[in-house]
């Protein structure tokens, strides 16, 4: 079952702009991760923030998680043509850390 | 160190072939997990392995679908009689331990299935 959707769904903005991507889930989380998929390649685990955490930075990456809301974002700050991809949210269930749920993923565009 | 590496890349099987897809784990990791994606898709657990035994199958259909990591040698995952709803990426990360659900995963590249 679907455990996170992102949302938009697509975004597509300029170089040196700001992106935002939004993911709610469902169920209580140990932790909530992020991950970037370029076009035909595979998953890079971007950050994770744990339910015990409100607020993560890495590098350009700032992610938020408001667990009472059962919702996080992703901010890219000074965004690049590099930051073209698909962005995934991912949680493991609580009670079980072997596996993640990925959400639909949302295709973002940075046009230089 | 190498990552975890998957092959083929690309894998092309006519309708009820079978297709063999490899994994490598991370040196040292001896836990491997196999995820798959559909067009458009995020990925969808599908089993997680540690070396000679199966852990949990959850996501695995019921048929046509196995998957081993044996002593020596890489993970497969192995699908019999391809479909072409069998047409996806498969995807495949490790680790050195259980848990890694609490840290984040590497993936492989993944093998990308065509089945015409």
């Known amino acids: 079952s679907q455990q996170g959707e992102e949302d938009p769904q697509a975004l597509s903005i300029q170089e040196g702009e700001n992106a935002t991507m939004n993911c709610s889930y469902k169920t209580s989380i140990n932790n909530l991760q992020w991950y970037r998929q370029n076009s035909g390649r595979g998953l890079v685990h971007l950050i994770l923030i744990r339910s015990n955490e409100r607020e993560k930075h890495s590098g350009r990456l700032r992610v938020t998680l408001d667990t009472s809301k059962k919702s996080s974002s992703l901010l890219i700050t000074a965004s690049r043509a590099a930051d073209t991809a698909s962005y995934f949210c991912?949680?493991?269930?609580?009670?079980?850390?072997?596996?993640?749920?990925f959400g639909k993923g949302m295709k973002l565009t940075v046009n230089p | 160190n190498a990552g975890v590496m998957q092959n083929p890349r690309h894998l092309v099987r006519r309708r009820g072939q079978e297709a063999r897809l490899r994994c490598s784990p991370m040196k040292g990791h001896s836990h491997v997990y196999w995820y798959r994606q559909l067009p458009e898709e995020g990925l969808k657990f599908m089993v997680y392995l540690q070396k000679e035994n199966i852990i949990d199958e959850s996501g695995m259909p019921k048929e046509r679908f196995s998957a081993e990591f044996p002593k020596e040698g890489p993970s497969i995952l192995r699908i019999q009689q391809v479909v072409r709803g069998d047409s996806a990426a498969y995807f495949c990360?490790?680790?050195?331990?259980?848990?890694?659900?609490?840290?984040?995963?590497?993936f492989g590249s993944g093998t990308r299935l065509t089945v015409v």
């Open positions: 990360a490790s680790s050195r331990t259980q848990g890694q659900g609490l840290y984040g995963y590497t």
């Open positions: 991912a949680t493991p269930p609580m009670g079980g850390s072997e596996k993640l749920v």
